[in-house]
């Protein structure tokens, strides 16, 4: 059996990609093969068409570090012929072939069976972006966060694929005291539609004054960016607040000082939704996907394995809005 995949590969100085007809044998190892349905397009698969973009470990490779499907083949009596799942992470798309692909072959442990309520579509509108959103809502919730208070949450990068699941998701969970900070004034009423009640730019945040501490203008902060962003709302978080950290599309660099944590009692939280344990991760999604009434209202982009790449601009650009889909064998 043949069928098609997206290939990224470097020959000489230069990267390029090209859709393939592969077989089984031309896929990494594993115990598990899925006809992949759905893929989406995340930040980090963007940087796996980029030259020294940081993602790809090996080339050949086949991007895509969401997917999901019916399983055709396995060899885990865990999981049957014809169950639906879903598998973000664990490499999937970086070391290990992905999901840009009619078929991918998994490890039985990365992959999370379908939860009740959630269709393969949605999971791929949620994908990478909405999981590792819960995760930063529930880590700030362990620092402290909780609804009944109603604080001031901040998150940067609000138009992005991680930055509009975290508004539904809080909204969903209660929350409504939500800013979103964003240099796209076009995208406010989208924004206020998910439930953001304020809208900032980042303007209003990076000063020029270096100061170490800030007016306290937020209690909690989901920063989807870095860089200089990052590290003007560390100055800004009230006492007892948080941060968590899930991206960097802004820089990795964090020019910052000790007095918000030594003077406020703030919390600096990494995300990480790579490795995040697979036992851990069906509760996860299975809160997802209550949510869906609220996610479903983010602008969704779908495309083809052929149109896929055209794609990425809007992504790299920063002129992307929402979430990108990508539909493989649904014809």
Known sequence: MTFKALYVDMQGENLIHAIKNITIDDLSDGDVIIEVKYSSINYKDMLAFKKKGGVIRKYPMIPGIDLCGEIVESN???????????????????????????????????????????????SMIVGTAGFTAALSIESLQQAGMNKSNQPKIAITGATGGVGTMAIALLKAKGYDNITAI????????????????????????????????????????????????????????????????????????????????????????GIDSVAYPNEKRLRIWNEISNAMEFIRKIPTTEVTLDTLVDRLDSIKNSTNTGRNIVSINNQ
């Open 182 to 269: 964003t240099s796209k004034d076009s995208q406010s009423p989208m924004l206020k539609s998910l439930g953001a009640s304020d809208i900032v730019s980042p303007k209003d945040i990076i000063k020029d004054d270096n100061k170490p501490l800030r007016p306290q203008c937020f209690d909690y902060v989901i920063d989807c960016v870095g860089g200089e962003l990052a590290a003007g709302l560390l100055t800004q978080i009230s006492y007892g607040g948080a941060m968590s950290v899930c991206g960097n599309a802004s820089g990795i660099a964090l020019n910052t000082n000790i007095l918000p944590f030594i003077l406020r009692g703030i919390q600096l939280i």
């Open 76 to 122: 885990n009596p865990s999981y049957n012929i014809g169950q639906k799942v879903l598998a973000t992470g664990f490499g999937i798309g970086v070391s290990h072939t992905g999901g840009y692909a009619q078929y991918a072959r998994l490890q039985s442990s990365w992959i999370t069976p379908l939860p009740n309520g959630l269709s393969l579509k949605d």
